[in-house]
């Protein structure tokens, strides 16, 4: 098992950036493939974005554009550099990871992932 442990969280006004970090401990990074989640109040845990063990993209078309993913191995770290915030970005955010071995595979349901973060609050005022 990995552990997880999300930063960066904060609150910003809408148009503003924030940039979020997922660390991980406990096993080499390079063989997980990572996704970013988020939960607003009174509704389900969303999608945001992805990134696979070699650092093929994906993203929810809500944040397209917007948002950017990428992992640094080196450093057992994942960003999600967050742009142009808008007030419906306001949400728990979660880092999630899945052992992939040498799979180039990107997951994009939370169903996919059995290691996650305790989450950290994004907060967006209009």
């Known amino acids: 098992q990995v552990q997880l442990v999300e930063s960066g969280g904060g609150l910003v006004q809408a148009g503003g950036s924030l940039r979020l970090s997922c660390a991980a401990s406990?096993?080499?990074?390079?063989?997980?493939?990572v996704g970013w989640f988020r939960q607003a109040p009174g509704k389900e845990r969303e999608f945001v974005a992805a990134?696979?063990?070699?650092?093929?993209?994906y993203y929810a078309d809500s944040v397209k554009g917007r948002f950017i993913i990428s992992r640094d191995n080196a450093k057992n770290t994942v960003n999600l550099q967050s742009s142009s915030l808008r007030p419906e970005d306001t949400a728990v955010y979660y880092c999630?990871?899945?052992?992939?071995?040498?799979?180039?595979?990107?997951?994009?349901?939370?169903?996919?992932?059995?290691?996650w973060g305790q989450g950290t609050q994004v907060t967006v005022s209009s």
């Open positions: 406990g096993r080499p990074f390079n063989n997980y493939a």
């Open positions: 999630a990871a899945r052992y992939v071995g040498y799979s180039g595979t990107i997951y994009t349901g939370d169903d996919d992932y059995n290691n």
């Open positions: 990134v696979s063990r070699s650092g093929i993209t």
